[in-house]
Nanobody, 123 residues
Framework: VQLQASGGGSVQAGGSLTLSCVTS????????MAWFRQAPGKERAFVAS????????TYADSVKGRFTISKDNAKNSISLQMTSLKPEDTAVYYC?????????????????WGQGTQVTVSS
């Protein structure tokens, strides 16, 4: 499975961005997909996940109500719509795919990772 993330950029606080993660390869065997982020000097943190089986979603408390993860079957991709962005959302965002877990919040459960896309939110 190959993952290609895009859509990052620089916005002011309160703005919006939509990230996209296009998948290729063994896409039929994905069980769950997710977005993580890593801010400078911090560990990689869970943002949101999507079950490819039940179409369920889960979010980190810090983004709940502001971010939306969704699937686009036609484009074989998942997206992360981010609204009401805050400076603390600044990070490199990574998409990930798991063959075993539907909606894990643990990065160790994801075997495949995209290259990351930078999101910068200024105050």
């Amino acid at each position: 499975v190959q993952l290609q993330a895009s859509g990052g950029g620089s916005v002011q606080a309160g703005g919006s961005l939509t990230l996209s993660c296009v998948t290729s390869g063994r896409t039929f065997s994905r069980t769950g997909m997710a977005w993580f982020r890593q801010a400078p000097g911090k560990e990689r943190a869970f943002v949101a996940s999507f079950s490819m089986i039940g179409n369920h979603t889960t979010y980190a408390d810090s983004v709940k109500g502001r971010f939306t993860i969704s699937k686009d079957n036609a484009k074989n991709s998942i997206s992360l719509q981010m609204t009401s962005l805050k400076p603390e959302d600044t990070a490199v965002y990574y998409c990930a795919a798991s063959m075993l877990f539907e909606m894990s919040r643990a990065s160790r459960d994801y075997e495949y990772w995209g290259q990351g896309t930078q999101v910068t939110v200024s105050s």
